[in-house]
């Protein structure tokens, strides 16, 4: 009989996939606002909220989706107003985060329960986690998918989306909050630490062959599900760890395609005639497809 016949596997199976389909398509609009490690900083944040939640026998899911949304929505209103450089904002939700959730989790005694938080632990998920996934999976999607325009046109260009009379900091915000509710999605499947990868890694690879915003979300998307899918498949049977198993995945998905694209290209040029100007199409045109 398959491993797969039983519940926690065919839980692990949904959790990942549905993280693999979620943190690409917000993932795409963190890469164009070149925030590609937010998804880290928010995960730290996150990890506060789950010392919260330990310490306070409550969901830790639920305690630390509040905590990252607060978390999001501070950095984004630090980034916003304040002289101090987005970086610094971000160092400081880094370490103060992770600080935080060690030192609660520690008082909590369920210290050894940390790598859990950290690397994902899905064969773990209850039924309350799986409709706490679903839910919050289905509302990433619904806001990544149907405000693409406005989000990608305030992360493409703020000033000109606010002369074009979009309201720029509640879309902003909208961000914010939909990158902490994506992370903490993915806190049972993938882990705290390793989903900022599945925010990244497919948009990279998707990057590389694709010339349009609406083309590079849907093939990053695609790219994140097949991941999260064969990296369960394969971490089952090997007893390996799944979120390592599907970021490594997601990872030789991209060095396969950049290989393979480089030699595309130099194969074009070889066969380009002598006198004929050779250039590269641009891997991304930052538009919309129509």
Known sequence: MSIFAYQFMQYALLGTAITGLTAPAL??????????LIGDGIGHVALT???????????PVLVATVVAIIGAVAVEII?????????????????????????????????QGLN??????????????????????????VVSIGLRPWLFAVCQDEEY???????????????????????????RSIGLLL????????VATAQLVTRGFRSTMALSMALGLTSAVLGVV???PSDTAVGATVVLFAIA?????????????AWRRRSIPAGHPACDPPDVLLKVDR
Do not use: C, W
């Open 27 to 36: 993932g795409v609009y963190l890469v164009q606002r070149r925030l590609s």
């Open 49 to 59: 909220g789950v010392g919260i939640g330990v310490l306070m026998h409550k969901s």
């Open 79 to 111: 980034r916003e107003r304040s002289k101090t450089s987005g970086d610094i904002a971000l160092a400081i939700l880094f370490y103060g985060g992770i600080s935080g959730g060690v030192f609660l989790i520690g008082l909590s005694g369920a210290s």
């Open 116 to 141: 859990a938080f950290l690397f994902g632990s899905p064969l773990t998920i209850t039924n309350a986690d799986m409709v706490t996934i679903v839910v919050l999976g289905v509302a990433v999607l």
């Open 161 to 187: 989306a606010k002369v074009a009379g979009l309201p720029v900091r509640t879309l902003n915000v909208i961000v914010a909050v939909t990158t902490a509710v994506t992370v903490t999605t993915a806190m």
């Open 195 to 202: 989903v900022s990868a599945l925010m990244v890694v497919p």
């Open 234 to 236: 394969i971490a089952g």
């Open 253 to 265: 998905l991209f060095l396969v395609v950049a290989v393979g694209s480089a030699g595309l290209r």
